[in-house]
């Protein structure tokens, strides 16, 4: 089993629409919850941290961790166009070094 | 100029040499890792450090070595390429006593024939 695992996509939603990504952890004792966003041939850039279950929001971004289940989601309300890219779950099992998602690609069609 | 910079950009090189990726900082950060990304397999650390004096494997670390030359550089070398160490390369950081994720570095990308 994969430590870190994501849907890899492409989710393909409309401009204006709620893109919903998934990820779940094998490690319980994970501790801080990561997303990155990744414009092709570009490096990653945080776009959300969570540590306790819950919900925190961020502009039009909300991620949600239930550690119960092990799962942390982001959703992306009003997609735009430029929000095409692939979403990099990763996870911080308290030791400081993540472990990452393959990614989940996705799509905004005006 | 950016916060964590990695040269060389891009890099072609031969089966069999030897190469090094080199990154610096100017964020204050104490922790410098190294990972490798491949399609349909996400981020993979390779090494990292959280001091000058602490160099520690990560998951793939066969074929390659690093150096921690100063607080703020962190070199990676591959010691005799081969083909399917072509990848793109990021060097990132953190700052101790905090988790607030990582910064990257613009990335190396790699090809070896």
């Known amino acids: 089993q994969k430590e870190v695992e994501q849907n890899s996509g492409p989710l393909s939603v409309p401009e204006g629409a709620i893109a919903s990504l998934n990820c779940t952890y094998s490690?319980?004792?994970?501790?801080?919850f990561f997303w990155y966003r990744q414009y092709s041939g570009k490096s990653p850039e945080l776009i959300m941290f969570i540590y306790s279950n819950g919900d925190k929001e961020d502009g039009r971004f909300t991620a949600q961790l239930n550690k119960a289940s092990q799962y942390v989601s982001l959703l992306i309300r009003d997609s735009q166009p430029s929000d095409s890219a692939t979403y990099l779950c990763a996870v911080n099992r308290g030791d400081y070094k993540l472990s990452f998602g393959a990614g989940t690609t996705v799509t905004v069609r005006a | 100029d950016a916060d964590v910079t990695q040269t060389p950009r891009n890099r072609i090189t031969k089966t069999g040499k030897r190469i090094m990726l080199e990154c610096s900082q100017t964020k204050g950060h104490d922790r410098m890792y190294w990972y490798r990304q491949d399609p349909g397999l996400g981020l993979r650390l390779i090494y990292y450090?959280?001091?000058?004096?602490?160099?520690n494997k990560g998951e793939i670390s066969d074929g390659y070595s690093v150096s921690r030359q100063a607080q703020a550089k962190f070199s990676l070398s591959l010691e005799s390429a081969i083909p399917n160490q072509t990848a793109l390369y990021f060097c990132a950081t953190s700052a101790a006593g905090e988790d607030y994720g990582y910064t990257f570095g613009s990335g190396t990308r790699l090809t070896v024939v």
């Open positions: 450090s959280f001091d000058v004096k602490d160099i």
């Open positions: 490690d319980r004792g994970s501790q801080s």
